[in-house]
């Protein structure tokens, strides 16, 4: 990759010229520039930047970047996934920065980081970054950097602490966290001083006007696709889903007045369409964005979709993705089990998922891709039987569709009511006998990898003592085997690995991100727990659970 990618780039934006005392601003993806630009969330930001005159912005990718300034005063980080901290590390290092925040002094500049990863735990990430911002870009961005302008020539300290007067802006330097023993859960989470607000809100944008591509370019991940987010967060509230509980309340873009003025800037410059959204089918207004998109002018677009909900999967839906060169379409089903579906809420019945494949083959699609999952907290062997028997009945009632299933182990996610639970061990042995038995019948069978979803079950429950063991492992490789290498050498400094990714954790234990207030209070994240843990059989094969059970359930 070139310098020459920048050339590439159609602009949907204008920048804005930087006045002379512009602030000057690093904006970075920890990973590549092909990787970066295809996030909508970094390229949002960006423009965001790139349009205050008080701001003068140089991008940075891990291979390429812009003209970057000798000194900058704020370095930024876009991060949508976990273990890009190993860049953020690297890039950290090429610019001469003290990787840890205590470290860094006035003539560094202030890191901060936003981003999915960030806004749902920051706590392992907590001791490299001076400042995060929790939640929806839309008004945090300009209430930070606007805040930062008024104090900017003071020194950092005072920097620091008048921007933690910011809601969402999260200072991790200005909490102090003791734990019960080196090595054991944490006892108190507080500020410094009763100037530091004790909770730090998660910012949620209330609007109706919803992102889309700023930039458009040849080299991107997804080549030349314009991007456009039809809806926020997701109404079904699946107990473990982040993309749900991290973000609600579910919102949606104004038809007239978001999504067709986007749509209309982005084909006039490409034929790609991205319509992105946890849940896009969910749009109130679905139907009428089909029929838009439908006009004969668009014919020659081809749009592609996230997973769309199961029941949502009509005939017309079908059509309109094949008149658009799509060819194949996901839906997540978790479980063929109709219980386990009641314990992760998820509201579908088999029969919806027959007839979703039924539609989909009758529109002429030629495949369909099913989102399962293994390991999900009350799940037992007889619940997979299901999933491979529900999997058989769709081959036989659409018997011209292309089957894949993908299938993830259960991993918890803070702020979800499934954060207590740890993940089960025995998921590893139930995606081999999921493999075992569909792949033999012609199922495309696709686990995702089990020690990745230790990983990442250990960063999304890490606490700020995972910071040393991050900063280890980077020199070790990214293989489960280098976390437990590390693990051992700080053995007795720090909880071992199973503590924070396979223990089922007490409700009143202090969770890592207990000061940091998600869109659900804790009290409505119990509720639904136990509304989950209803659905518990007696007999179920996973011991700790039982006892789990007992100590979720006020
Ligand atoms: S339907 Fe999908 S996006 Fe919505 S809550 Fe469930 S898993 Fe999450």
């Not at 010229?17 to 390229?43: H, K, M, R, W």
């Not at 089990?450 to 991050?470: C, K």
């Given at each position: 990759?070139?310098?020459?990618?920048?050339?590439?780039?159609?602009?949907?934006?204008?920048?804005?010229?930087?006045?002379?005392?512009?602030?000057?601003?690093?904006?970075?993806?920890?990973?590549?520039?092909?990787?970066?630009?295809?996030?909508?969330?970094?390229?949002?930001?960006?423009?965001?930047?790139?349009?205050?005159?008080?701001?003068?912005?140089?991008?940075?990718?891990?291979?390429?970047?812009?003209?970057?300034?000798?000194?900058?005063?704020?370095?930024?980080?876009?991060?949508?996934?976990?273990?890009?901290?190993?860049?953020?590390?690297?890039?950290?290092?090429?610019?001469?920065?003290?990787?840890?925040?205590?470290?860094?002094?006035?003539?560094?500049?202030?890191?901060?980081?936003?981003?999915?990863?960030?806004?749902?735990?920051?706590?392992?990430?907590?001791?490299?970054?001076?400042?995060?911002?929790?939640?929806?870009?839309?008004?945090?961005?300009?209430?930070?950097?606007?805040?930062?302008?008024?104090?900017?020539?003071?020194?950092?300290?005072?920097?620091?602490?008048?921007?933690?007067?910011?809601?969402?802006?999260?200072?991790?330097?200005?909490?102090?966290?003791?734990?019960?023993?080196?090595?054991?859960?944490?006892?108190?989470?507080?500020?410094?001083?009763?100037?530091?607000?004790?909770?730090?809100?998660?910012q949620t944008y209330r609007g109706n006007v919803l992102s889309a591509s700023t930039v458009v370019t040849e080299k991107a991940a997804w080549e030349n696709i314009f991007m456009v987010e039809v809806v926020r967060s997701c109404?079904?509230?699946?107990?473990?889903?982040?993309?749900?509980?991290?973000?609600?309340?579910?919102?949606?873009?104004?038809?007239?007045?978001?999504?067709?003025?986007?749509?209309?800037?982005?084909?006039?410059?490409?034929?790609?369409?991205?319509?992105?959204?946890?849940?896009?089918?969910?749009?109130?207004?679905?139907?009428?964005?089909?029929?838009?998109?439908?006009?004969?002018?668009?014919?020659?677009?081809?749009?592609?979709?996230?997973?769309?909900?199961?029941?949502?999967?009509?005939?017309?839906?079908?059509?309109?993705?094949?008149?658009?060169?799509?060819?194949?379409?996901?839906?997540?089903?978790?479980?063929?089990?109709?219980?386990?579906?009641?314990?992760?809420?998820?509201?579908?019945?088999?029969?919806?998922?027959?007839?979703?494949?039924?539609?989909?083959?009758?529109?002429?699609?030629?495949?369909?891709?099913?989102?399962?999952?293994?390991?999900?907290?009350?799940?037992?062997?007889?619940?997979?039987?299901?999933?491979?028997?529900?999997?058989?009945?769709?081959?036989?009632?659409?018997?011209?569709?292309?089957?894949?299933?993908?299938?993830?182990?259960?991993?918890?996610?803070?702020?979800?009511?499934?954060?207590?639970?740890?993940?089960?061990?025995?998921?590893?042995?139930?995606?081999?006998?999921?493999?075992?038995?569909?792949?033999?019948?012609?199922?495309?069978?696709?686990?995702?990898?089990?020690?990745?979803?230790?990983?990442?079950?250990?960063?999304?429950?890490?606490?700020?003592?995972?910071?040393?063991?991050?900063?280890?492992?980077?020199?070790?490789?990214?293989?489960?085997?280098?976390?437990?290498?590390?693990?051992?050498?700080?053995?007795?400094?720090?909880?071992?690995?199973?503590?924070?990714?396979?223990?089922?954790?007490?409700?009143?234990?202090?969770?890592?991100?207990?000061?940091?207030?998600?869109?659900?209070?804790?009290?409505?994240?119990?509720?639904?727990?136990?509304?989950?843990?209803?659905?518990?059989?007696?007999?179920?094969?996973?011991?700790?659970?039982?006892?789990?059970?007992?100590?979720?359930?006020?």
């Amino acid at each position: 990759m070139s310098f020459a990618a920048f050339a590439a780039e159609q602009l949907l934006f204008t920048p804005t010229a930087a006045a002379v005392d512009a602030a000057s601003v690093v904006f970075a993806f920890p990973n590549e520039y092909s990787i970066g630009i295809t996030s909508l969330g970094y390229q949002v930001i960006w423009a965001r930047l790139a349009q205050r005159p008080d701001l003068q912005v140089s991008r940075l990718f891990t291979d390429i970047h812009e003209s970057l300034p000798t000194k900058p005063e704020l370095l930024g980080f876009s991060v949508s996934w976990e273990l890009d901290y190993i860049n953020i590390l690297r890039l950290l290092e090429s610019l001469h920065i003290p990787l840890r925040a205590s470290q860094r002094g006035e003539a560094h500049p202030l890191v901060f980081g936003g981003g999915p990863v960030l806004t749902a735990n920051p706590e392992p990430f907590a001791d490299f970054f001076d400042v995060v911002l929790l939640g929806d870009g839309e008004t945090l961005l300009d209430d930070f950097i606007n805040t930062y302008q008024a104090v900017r020539t003071t020194n950092r300290t005072a920097q620091l602490r008048s921007l933690a007067q910011v809601p969402g802006v999260y200072i991790p330097s200005l909490y102090t966290i003791t734990y019960r023993d080196l090595d054991g859960p944490i006892a108190c989470i507080q500020p410094i001083d009763n100037a530091i607000p004790a909770q730090v809100h998660k910012q949620t944008y209330r609007g109706n006007v919803l992102s889309a591509s700023t930039v458009v370019t040849e080299k991107a991940a997804w080549e030349n696709i314009f991007m456009v987010e039809v809806v926020r967060s997701c109404p079904e509230m699946c107990r473990f889903c982040l993309a749900s509980y991290l973000t609600l309340p579910f919102r949606t873009a104004s038809l007239e007045g978001s999504l067709i003025p986007a749509v209309e800037s982005g084909l006039a410059v490409t034929h790609r369409l991205g319509l992105l959204g946890a849940s896009v089918t969910q749009h109130p207004e679905f139907e009428d964005l089909l029929d838009y998109l439908n006009q004969s002018k668009y014919d020659s677009v081809r749009f592609s979709m996230a997973s769309v909900r199961t029941n949502t999967v009509n005939q017309k839906l079908a059509e309109t993705l094949v008149k658009h060169d799509t060819r194949s379409i996901t839906i997540a089903i978790e479980s063929g089990s109709e219980r386990v579906r009641q314990i992760v809420n998820k509201k579908l019945q088999n029969d919806e998922i027959i007839q979703a494949a039924v539609n989909a083959q009758a529109g002429g699609l030629s495949a369909l891709k099913l989102y399962g999952m293994a390991g999900v907290p009350g799940e037992e062997m007889d619940d997979l039987a299901q999933t491979i028997a529900i999997i058989k009945a769709i081959k036989q009632a659409a018997p011209g569709l292309r089957l894949t299933l993908g299938c993830s182990t259960f991993v918890p996610k803070a702020h979800t009511p499934f954060q207590w639970f740890g993940v089960n061990p025995q998921a590893q042995k139930r995606l081999k006998y999921l493999q075992k038995q569909l792949r033999p019948q012609g199922i495309d069978f696709r686990p995702e990898s089990y020690n990745w979803s230790v990983i990442q079950a250990l960063i999304s429950r890490g606490d700020r003592r995972l910071s040393t063991l991050l900063e280890l492992v980077r020199h070790y490789g990214d293989t489960l085997g280098s976390y437990r290498r590390a693990f051992k050498e700080l053995r007795s400094q720090l909880p071992p690995l199973e503590f924070y990714v396979h223990a089922d954790w007490p409700t009143d234990q202090i969770l890592p991100w207990e000061h940091l207030q998600g869109p659900l209070p804790k009290t409505t994240l119990l509720k639904h727990l136990a509304s989950a843990t209803e659905h518990f059989s007696n007999s179920h094969s996973r011991d700790s659970l039982t006892e789990a059970k007992g100590a979720l359930v006020p």
